[in-house]
């Protein structure tokens, strides 16, 4: 989770109006859990039964002889096969482009339209989420024994519950790994994402590798201690990346869209996408979801609901939206969305803790867990869907 430190404020400005506001807790009370209308497709449910282990070979090579790779292992007995990659191989699908612009050269003359939510008819329609709890020792402990509170992004109490990731669109969130050296056979970092498009991911600009020349980003959605709730085939390496460029500091522009090598969007559903509008400033609507390594380690998911936006900062179309939900380290990338009658949307994606100190006098002093969203993040979001099918 990124954080951001300034001297300055930019000026506040509104954006457009955007129609009415989404569902409050309250109003979201009576809404039922809605079941699927439809068995799943066998297509899809072989595809995700099914755990797909791609190997990447460097050397241009386009065949592999089977049995120099996958044999029996005669020493651990009957029913074992070992995979054995050549040396130069990366086990993996690896990333092609990751492609930063500048958000001055491409913003639109008029506020892009919303992009809509997609639910399949064989998903489940969950609004209210299965609580879970603590995956085993997750918590954090000093050499004398003392409980670690993390404190950093979280405005005591932490109001994060989590869940487990069960139906649509929860099981749409899921958790981004990622490697600046595709052959390294360890991540380098993780976050979170969601899933925005047919084979498409919103995250944090952060989360995504640019510059690095051989790199690699795996997404699971709906994971829960090791694997997707969806199946062991419910996960994607992503092929592209298109992001907005940060400057290194600006939280407005902090996002990025991924395309899958997998349609897991077309199999699962995805959310739709909105500009935030200034009319529904203070007003309890978002849910903030992401895998915070400091209450489950990044195992399991957490959420939390009913969270204010407290004011919106402007920069070329882009919104920083500022709000005391928590958020921690491993919650980057996540999304920040609200319930309509027609289907979840998100208006940001986690960026990280703004710290300001203006002032002697503190008149500018500020204290805020930050969303990138705007215009900005629906005109990369209808990019992707437009371009990445």
Known sequence: MATATRSTRRARTSAAKAGPPPLTVDELVPHDNVPAELPVPDEIADQLRRHAVHVTLRDG?????PAEVLVPDRELGKGVWRLTA????IVGLPGRTAVLEKR???????????????????VDHVYHPKLSGLPPQAAIRRLDGELVQPYYGV???DDRRIYYPTGYPWHCI????TWTDASNPSWSFYGSGVLIGGRLVLTAGHMVPWGSPSWKMLFVPGYYDGQSVNGPGAQSWVSDCRGWNTG??????????????TPLGGWLGYLGARSYSSDWEDGPYWTLCGYPSSITG????SYQSGIPVLDDDSDWGAEELEHHGDATPGDSGGPFFGFWNDGPYAIGTTSGGERIFGTP??????DNNIEAGGAAMVDLVRWGRQNWA
């Open 61 to 65: 090579r386009v065949s592999l002889d």
């Open 248 to 261: 290194g500091s600006v939280a407005a522009h902090d996002m990025a869209v991924c395309r899958l090598y």
């Open 298 to 301: 990044g195992a399991r998911p």
């Open 174 to 177: 899921g958790r981004v790994f």
């Open 361 to 366: 006098f503190g008149w500018w002093d500020e």
């Open 86 to 89: 050549p040396e130069d191989a």
């Open 155 to 157: 405005y005591p109490p």
């Open 104 to 122: 001055s050269s491409a913003r639109s003359a008029t506020t892009p339209a919303a992009q809509e939510a997609f639910r399949p008819s064989w």
